[in-house]
């Protein structure tokens, strides 16, 4: 079993930047792929970025290339996301998820899910 809880986010003006964490619980970290996904009012869940278990490899969206970084550190046991440049359209709640297999951007791979972060960015 992982427990996620994300934090980081907050209220930004458009051009700013964010870090979000997510800190698993459990010894088991370092063998899951880990994910983020972003979720606005009204509309579908979406992929944003995901690394493999190492942190070796990395996957994002098109709407997060150029402008957000994912990675890790296995012996902090934390995720992280470094969003640039953040536009209004980033406006979300913010979601890390762990997979047994990296590199899906379906959210239905995702085996664990923390509970959210709001991120919203003001024009």
């Given at each position: 079993?992982?427990q996620?809880?994300?934090?980081?986010?907050?209220?930004?003006?458009?051009?700013?930047?964010?870090?979000?964490?997510?800190?698993?619980?459990?010894?088991?970290?370092?063998?899951?792929?880990?994910?983020?996904?972003?979720?606005?009012?009204?509309?579908?869940?979406?992929?944003?970025?995901?690394?493999?278990?190492?942190?070796?490899?990395?996957?994002?969206?098109?709407?997060?290339?150029?402008?957000?970084?994912?990675?890790?550190?296995?012996?902090?046991?934390?995720?992280?996301?470094?969003?640039?440049?953040?536009?209004?359209?980033?406006?979300?709640?913010?979601?890390?998820?762990?997979?047994?297999?990296?590199?899906?951007?379906?959210?239905?791979?995702?085996?664990?899910w923390?509970?959210?972060t709001?991120?919203?960015?003001?024009?």
């Amino acid at each position: 079993q992982v427990q996620l809880v994300e934090s980081g986010g907050g209220l930004v003006q458009a051009g700013g930047s964010l870090r979000l964490s997510c800190a698993p619980s459990g010894r088991t970290f370092s063998s899951y792929a880990m994910g983020w996904f972003r979720q606005a009012p009204g509309k579908e869940r979406l992929f944003v970025a995901a690394i493999s278990r190492s942190g070796g490899s990395t996957y994002y969206a098109d709407s997060g290339k150029g402008r957000f970084t994912i990675s890790r550190n296995n012996a902090k046991n934390t995720v992280y996301l470094q969003m640039n440049s953040l536009k209004s359209e980033d406006t979300a709640v913010y979601y890390c998820a762990a997979s047994p297999r990296f590199g899906s951007n379906q959210y239905d791979e995702y085996d664990y899910w923390g509970q959210g972060t709001q991120v919203t960015v003001s024009s």
